[in-house]
């Protein structure tokens, strides 16, 4: 399986690749869902922008110790090294995200559309000011803005919110011209996000799935099923790679 998927990488005309929580998990942050899943411990809701502008100060708490507390202390891991690897040998044309974890970058990946967001950006919600993560104290929350006093909130989409531009529109164009598509860690279970991967599919593109577990895609648009770690996966398909 891993030498018809680096055959079909090697061979393809663009290939693009399609992230979700599961290729930060062995950079030590959790996934959503499964066994080791958020929503196993937080209320989804949280994350619904009516929660967060009623209840803010309790949004942004949760959010702090989910993602900040975490956030800039985790490393990528080889799966995302690996990505950036084949950006830089013309193999792969962009990434485009789920997470937040601004993982991708630091990896050293350059066309990366976070369709969700970043945790690295602070938005305010009445003067829509945009400021980075690190000139923000969150030991005072809710963080207000400078300019007008109005509330903050994380640059990331939360349930109930459009997904942000240029991401959407950069992510379908990429989408619709691959011929070849790497979906790593996703469930699939996510709207819009979740369309992404089925474009790609109705364009002709052969999908290659990267998961331990089976998802949404497995037995509807998956061509190569490579059941595996994100960094095991990786490693073994930079492997045959070489070899072609
Ligand atoms: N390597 C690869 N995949 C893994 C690994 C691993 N080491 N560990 C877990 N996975 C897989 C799981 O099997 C699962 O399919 O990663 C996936 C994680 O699923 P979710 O937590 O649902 O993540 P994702 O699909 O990215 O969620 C989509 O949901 O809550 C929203 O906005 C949030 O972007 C997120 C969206
Ligand atoms: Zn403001």
């Known amino acids: ?3 018809k998927a680096a055959q079909r990488i090697k061979s393809s005309r663009r290939c693009v690749a399609f992230t979700g929580a599961g290729i930060s998990v062995e950079s030590g942050i959790s996934p959503f869902r499964g066994k080791n899943g958020l929503w196993n411990k937080y209320d989804p809701q949280i994350f619904d922008i009516h929660y967060f ?3 803010t100060k309790h949004s942004w708490e949760v959010i702090r110790e989910i993602f900040y507390d975490l956030f800039g202390k985790v490393r990528p891991n080889a799966a995302h090294y690996a990505m950036a690897e084949l950006e830089a040998n013309n193999m792969l044309s962009a990434v485009i995200t789920q997470n937040v974890d601004n993982l991708h970058y630091d990896a050293g990946s350059i066309i990366v559309h976070e369709f969700h967001g970043s945790l690295k950006t602070i938005i305010c919600l ?19 803005c400078e300019k007008c006093g109005g509330i903050l909130k994380p640059g990331v989409v939360f349930f109930g919110e459009d997904i942000p531009e240029p991401a959407r529109t950069n992510s379908f164009n990429e989408t619709k011209k691959a011929d070849c598509f790497i979906l790593i860690g996703t469930t699939g279970m996510v709207a819009p996000a979740n369309m992404i991967p089925t474009t790609a599919k ?17 037995s509807s648009i998956t061509d190569i099923f490579l059941e595996d770690k994100a960094t095991i996966a990786m490693e073994k398909l930079m492997e045959e790679l070489e070899k072609i």
């Open 1 to 3: 399986m891993y030498a």
């Open 53 to 55: 502008n009623t209840h």
């Open 126 to 144: 009445s003067c829509r000011a945009k400021y980075k993560i690190s000139e923000i104290d969150l030991n005072i929350l809710p963080p207000k």
């Open 202 to 218: 109705s364009n002709g593109a052969k999908i290659i799935e990267i998961n331990p577990c089976v998802s949404e895609y497995t």
